[in-house]
């Protein structure tokens, strides 16, 4: 930062103490300049609804300490990956204070900061980070699994398919939105969601549950795609229950016509349900699965400055990590990876206790930052993720341990 900058903004503050009219007056000394930062009016304050920016008390689930396997090296079998959609360091800890100090993700085995920078070394968006972590190339924002002169990215779903094993995708957002779309194709626009849908149906993914049913069904060229999915062998459900009933190890749940509702309106069964099933529908497989779980909306709260929202949707996330996690340390077989594509909203909490599980948070843009986010890991192979690194090492670290036990 120059040394300058205290001075211009005092000058852009509007407190007078420097008149305009005489711009070659000396510097103010360090202590007024100090002094009068201290008196400037909070922006944030008049700008963001107060209720947007606090939470709680909710009603805190318990986290029970889990037993890591401790039996004999067993070959890699399962990978999770969890992805929380603008997921950063503040979001996680307004999650702790609002479950009053203790989350799932503390119980992971190894930590690591990833960072998040596109391929032009801007602040990425879902597209880029997706397929960084999905491929291992950086790209330019909005680009799905591909980069600027056109070329396609083979996704990490194609070499889970290739080891012979099943692939998932789970999700609280619209099935073709940027996240899981870079894991299963690959086009040149994230805005194209029915272009990207259609694109589906070619995908490698055996099992996939989330939103967009319209893209797939009220199209512009007409095409009833999920007819389309039924005629390659895949049961197709539209509704909760429909999707409970589910038993073929090819199957696809779009359960609204656009994303699911937010939290707290969408319950805990939501993501319950799609990763219920798809531990159930993949886990068949003898030689494991892919499975990408994504808290899609942590995102949509950063973008909207809302504290409430943004602590509910933590929340959630931390419980489908709790079920990883448990999972992985049932069988000794399975990789969890939990971490973000980016950081929304510049997010901080400024104030709270883990006693009474309330919090109060501030927000820097409606935008994504360029903050790096936490990476933690858990189970077979989760010692390869120590360590700060560029996003593209989550697809490098993954696949060195898949190959490891190929
Ligand atoms: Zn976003």
């Not at 689930?61 to 929380?84: C, D, F, M, W």
């Not at 531990?279 to 068949?284: A, D, N, Y």
Request: proline content about 5%; some cysteine.
């Amino acid at each position: 930062m120059p040394s300058s900058f205290p001075f211009s903004v005092l000058l852009l503050s509007g407190l007078g103490l420097l008149s305009c009219a005489r711009p070659q007056a000396s510097a103010p000394t360090r202590s007024v300049v100090i002094e009068a930062v201290k008196q400037q009016p909070d922006a944030v304050a008049t700008e963001v609804p107060l209720e947007k920016r606090e939470y709680g008390p909710g009603n805190p689930y318990a986290v029970p300490t889990l037993t890591p396997y401790a039996g004999p090296r067993k070959p890699l079998k399962n990978i999770i990956l969890l992805i929380g959609d603008g997921m950063g360091p503040a979001q996680v800890t307004g999650g702790l204070i609002a479950n009053r100090g203790q989350l799932y993700l503390q119980q992971a085995q190894a930590t690591g900061l990833s960072i998040t920078a596109n391929q032009y070394g801007k602040i990425t968006d879902s597209a880029a980070s997706a397929t960084a972590m999905a491929t291992g190339h950086k790209t330019y924002n909005g680009a799905i699994s591909m980069d600027s002169l056109g070329h396609s990215f083979r996704s990490i779903m194609w070499d889970a398919r290739e080891q012979g094993k099943s692939t998932g995708l789970v999700v609280a957002c619209e099935l073709p939105d940027a996240t899981p779309a870079c894991f299963a194709v690959n086009h040149t626009n994230r805005q194209d969601l029915e272009g990207i849908a259609r694109k589906y149906l070619d995908a490698p993914i055996d099992f996939m549950y989330g939103g967009g049913l319209k893209f797939f069904t009220q199209r512009q060229d007409q095409a009833d795609l999920l007819a389309q999915w039924r005629a390659k062998g895949y049961q197709v459900a539209t509704t909760p229950q429909q999707a409970r009933n589910l038993t073929s190890p090819k199957a696809v749940a779009l359960l609204a016509d656009n994303g699911p509702a937010r939290m707290p309106t969408r319950t805990a069964a939501y993501m319950e349900l799609g990763f219920d099933k798809a531990l159930e529908l993949l886990g068949k497989n003898e030689k494991g699965f892919f499975l990408m779980v994504e808290g899609s909306q942590i995102d949509d709260a950063g973008h909207f400055n809302d504290t409430s929202y943004n602590v509910q949707e933590v929340l959630d996330f931390d419980q489908q990590v709790g079920k990883a996690f448990r999972f992985a340390a049932q069988n000794g077989e399975t990789l969890v990876v939990v971490t973000a594509d980016h950081e929304t909203g510049g997010y901080s909490v400024v104030g709270g206790s883990s006693q009474t599980g309330k919090l109060a948070g501030r927000f820097t843009t409606t935008h994504h930052s360029a903050v790096v986010v936490p990476v933690f890991a858990y189970g077979n192979g989760s010692e390869l993720f120590t360590g700060m690194y560029q996003n593209t090492e989550i697809y490098q670290r993954i696949k060195q341990a898949m190959d490891k036990h190929n």
